[in-house]
């Protein structure tokens, strides 16, 4: 799968991503990790994200967007952006697709590259019969906030009041080894 | 997968459910959404259900607790809770299992069938080898909080600010159909 885009002031692709673009990912994730202000976070190592996106059973899909290397990032780079998905489901409505992460490097923004990779993953999730697509934000991510429901996002946390949970470490080891 | 229990009280199993729990899982989402507040919101089809749940390419996983015949419900039913679940992926930390939906019939509560069917949840998670289990309640649901806290869950969303989003309809439509 392959878009070409080309707005008034750039050209770019988004595409599938391949196990060869793992260590751009890697730092995408890392920089959004920093942009979050959580770069201590991230403990999924290169060889887990191939594993794990690219072997048989995939656990998640990813795209990218690349632009020509003529117009590179500063420091070299032409994979400037990332859209991070899977599949869940709703026992009320069925098939989601979930967007886990979307990240545009800074000197990349503004150019629509961030609405190309969202889009891209509403169009694949659409195709495979989702009737929704979900994500998260944190509350003080303005702009981000701004830019989804600009799109047309609600904000079911606020609408709605759902919280997000988590067992994690000791909690989570305690309850997978309970025995009634 | 099956295991026994034998509270003091009560003897339940809890195994994975067949296509032929269909119904009866339907029944519990039905109660569940009641319970929520968002009865209307439910148009999942039975059909939907078989085919999403036991094809070839499930896109997710439901545990069913289940009483012997004499002490079957009020109303004559034996499958009195379900835990339903699927994987998901944090780029931070890896495989997670996400916990959709659990519930026990108010006949039935008080008995740690619950906690049985979440703690098996993450039994399943930790072996496929994710490191958290998530989920998430709505915030005025006060004995739920109470029941997850008690074992250890973090509410993210009151501790990092986490909002769940969704684009559902129009605005769902739009965007799979956005060209830039």
Chains 1, 2 share one sequence.
């Not at 050209?11 to 979050?36: F, G, H, K, Q």
């Not at 048989?56 to 991070?84: M, N, W």
């Not at 545009?104 to 989702?130: D, H, Y």
């Not at 994500?135 to 989804?148: E, Q």
Request: net charge negative; glycine share 8%.
């Amino acid at each position: 799968m392959c878009n070409q885009f080309n707005t008034s002031s750039m050209n770019y692709t988004v595409r599938d991503s391949t196990r060869e673009d793992c260590r751009d990912i890697m730092r995408l994730i890392a920089d959004l990790s920093e942009y979050e202000k959580m770069p201590d976070e991230v403990k999924l190592t290169h060889k887990e994200l191939e594993e794990d996106g690219f072997s048989s059973s995939p656990f998640f899909k990813c795209l990218v967007a690349e632009v020509p290397e003529e117009i590179q990032s500063r420091d070299g780079h032409t994979i400037v952006g990332y859209g991070f998905y899977y599949f869940t489901y709703c026992t009320w409505k069925g098939r989601v697709v979930y967007m886990e992460d979307l990240y545009v490097m800074p000197e990349f923004r503004g150019k629509g590259i961030g609405k190309a990779l969202m889009s891209r993953i509403a169009q694949i999730g659409r195709a495979r019969g989702c009737v929704r697509m979900q994500f998260t934000v944190l509350d003080w991510n303005k702009p981000s906030l701004d830019f989804y429901c600009g799109q047309g996002a609600l904000n079911l946390t606020a609408a709605e009041g759902w919280q997000l949970m988590r067992f994690e470490g000791e909690a989570f080891e305690k309850l997978a080894q309970a025995t009634n």
